[in-house]
């Protein structure tokens, strides 16, 4: 299956939707055993045990014509607009969603669409909660204490507001990787399944681009002044030798509100953060080179061999040496 084919796929009408643009009522495709009404809620609740027999990751088109109604259900589900446009009432709030736009909810959110027109495709990609965390943040939240400060970022509001929308709809290779993997679903070959997979982490990468941009103008749009993504870049890339006082100066702030801040935005001191982003160059040099212990604790920036190896089980529950050999042996 090609883009275009895709597209025809897409855009034909399947059987539900041949009898939904007749009668607009929803037919229900789950055999009338999936929505379960359970004892402490009135909500519908959609079971995963129906979606996965194939792999991690399921996908189909949302029926159009008709409205869907009040659900909830025990996985993470993913809505891509791939054509239109489409209206969600997410947690009781009406939020519209834009061609090429993504909208991101956990398990368990209360959520209906309304009917969708002809034009209007509206993509489910749904995964177990593991497989995101996986794919998500078990990849992103140890590549730096930017992608962990933004990882914790994206899982803190949706335990607040229980999805997130991504403004993708300009991002082209977004747009290029979600297609890709669409034709390789819906026109299964050899290893499609497992193509689909790969195609989730590069997938959730390109939304952690997303997310940064939209971030870091939300940010400078609200303050006017440098945002904490530019501050923990910037320790990022001097953690051997930053202090906060040559922090501050840097940014032109005043060191104990700059101290102040960075513990209430990112629940870490500065010493903190300095210490992880070590201890991340660390872990990566244990893993990738075959430096000595010691010629690592020296170069990620630590004069105390013992004080390194304290440090490193605190944070990754084991000694250099071993976790080396645990990596080496997996």
Known sequence: MNHQQLDQFLRKLDDIEKIQIITHENVNDYDGNELIIEDDSSIPRL??????????????????????????????????????????????????????QICLLDKDVPHSIPELGENDILVNIIMKKETFSTAFLGQLSNKGIVSSFLANAVSENQRHDRYILFHTENHENLQLIIRNMLCEYFDPQDYSMELVSYYMPILFTELMRVYTLDKNFELAKSSGKTNIIEILQYIEEHYKDCT??????????????????????TGKTFLE?????RMINAESLLTNTDKSIDEIAFQVGYDSLSFFYRKFKELYGE???????????V
């Open 244 to 265: 906060l006082t040559s922090l501050a100066e840097t940014f032109n702030f005043n060191a104990n509100y700059l101290g102040n801040m960075l513990k209430e935005r």
């Open 319 to 329: 000694t250099p040496s071993r976790y080396r050999k645990n990596k080496r042996t």
């Open 273 to 277: 953060l300095v210490q992880t982003q």
């Open 47 to 100: 079971q995963e045990k129906y979606f996965f027999d194939k792999g991690p990751v399921y996908i189909s088109k949302h029926h159009r014509f008709a409205d869907m109604p009040l659900h909830m259900h025990t996985f993470i589900e993913m809505n891509y607009v791939y054509s239109g446009e489409c209206r969600q009432l997410l947690n009781g709030k009406e939020v519209k969603l834009t061609q090429g």
